[in-house]
């Protein structure tokens, strides 16, 4: 959602006919309705998170927590330090059922909630309980076999991810922005698959990136998936405490 919205290769300005989405607010409620209409058992809700360091503030989410979210708005600190991190890395150009996450390219303007949500719902456990024939099931499918360029596409020409999407963006607590408007903050998703890695997910970088491995009890509000994943992201973008999160987990109904 990132002002300067930009494409991993190079940092070129994501093209003037590439769709653009209204920004998705920070919304607990809002995106778990997003969520369920995209096709995610209702089982699963997003509840906010309102410490990552205060173990009583962190019981407050059901656990395991299968995937968190993180706001922020993106400072020069941060973009220093993720220009400098994707220019040791090649393009990712992973496809098949075979790779570790399923990772999408961002190519819409503002969409950046969104992609964070799809992330989050369509990776480790959860992906698990997405609805047979949903319109998240048909990304799926339709996604998976495909390069990350395709697969952008998938994204941008899905109508039904679009009507969700617009539904839910302008019905937040506060005014929704325009969808040409400038937004400066980003979502970062943080995922654990099965077989125990933890995975940044943003797709305004190269590709997914592996922050390490967790272990068998351990989920991404684990001691050592906080430490390995949003701890450390806030280092590296030089300490902003800026910030929100908020996580996929069961739902208290």
Known sequence: MASNEVDPHGGVPAASDR?????????????????????????????????????????FIP????????????????ESARLAEDSLLE?????????????FRQTIRNACGLMGLLHAAINGPARQLVEDGSTLDKIIKDATPLDPVARARVLETNSELANAHKSAATQGDTEAPAATDEVDLHYVCFVKTEDGGLWELDGRRKGPL???????????????????????????????????CVALASSFD
């Open 19 to 59: 769709p653009a989405f209204i920004p998705l607010e920070a919304n607990p409620e809002l995106m778990t309705s997003l969520l369920h209409k995209l096709g995610l058992s209702t089982s699963l809700q997003v509840h906010d998170v309102y410490s990552l360091t205060d173990p009583d503030m962190l019981a």
């Open 63 to 78: 656990r395991p927590a299968l995937a968190l979210l993180m706001v922020f708005p993106v400072s020069a600190a941060y």
């Open 91 to 103: 393009d990712y150009s992973g496809k098949g059922p075979l790779e570790p996450v399923l990772w």
């Open 210 to 244: 592996k922050r390490g491995e967790l272990g068998k009890d351990d989920d991404v509000l684990s001691q050592a998936a906080l430490t390995l994943g949003p701890l450390k992201f806030l280092e590296r973008g030089g300490g902003d405490l800026r910030f929100s």
